[in-house]
């Protein structure tokens, strides 16, 4: 009987970034906590395809793309039917303004600002943002010393 693999259990995770560097430590930190980080293409065009054909837990979206902006994209997927419902974390360098924050939380979309947040503050929002609480590891202590806690 064959067994079902690891990777097919796996929710995935789908980055769009521009920054090599960047979309890699994404992958590296979502794929430590148990999803499967998928890299968006960004010569392809059709981000609401990829959406539908990986049923991603999250998409993680920079806006300052080369080829087309990160606003596009996330206008694409929310006008379709089948991805509107898409948790959308936005992770981008550019500052915004408390309206535009708030005009994206009024969409369901998730906001952090790169270089002001701590790589666990980003993974912590990405496990919030997908609804998922990775097992901890057996013997695991909790941070900040303390072992009292279980």
Not at 115 to 121: A, K, N, P
Request: aromatic share 6%; proline share 5%; net charge positive.
């Amino acid at each position: 009987m064959p067994k079902s693999t690891k990777q097919s259990e796996k929710k995935c995770i789908l980055i769009v970034e521009d920054s090599v560097d960047f979309s890699n430590l994404l992958k590296f930190v979502v794929e430590d906590d148990g999803f499967e980080g998928l890299q968006f293409p960004l010569d392809q065009a059709d981000i609401v395809g990829w959406a539908k054909q990986h049923k991603p837990a999250v998409i993680l979206v920079d806006l300052a793309l080369r080829r087309k902006a990160g606003m596009e994209y996330i206008e694409e997927l929310k006008a379709d039917h089948d991805t509107k419902h898409t948790p959308i974390l936005i992770i981008t360098g550019r500052d915004l303004s408390q309206r535009e924050v708030v005009a994206l939380q009024l969409r369901d979309i998730s906001y952090i600002r790169k270089g002001r947040v701590e790589l666990d503050e980003i993974r912590t929002l990405i496990r919030k943002v997908a609804g998922y609480a990775p097992p901890r590891t057996p013997g695991a202590k909790a941070r900040g010393g303390s072992s009292e806690r279980s």
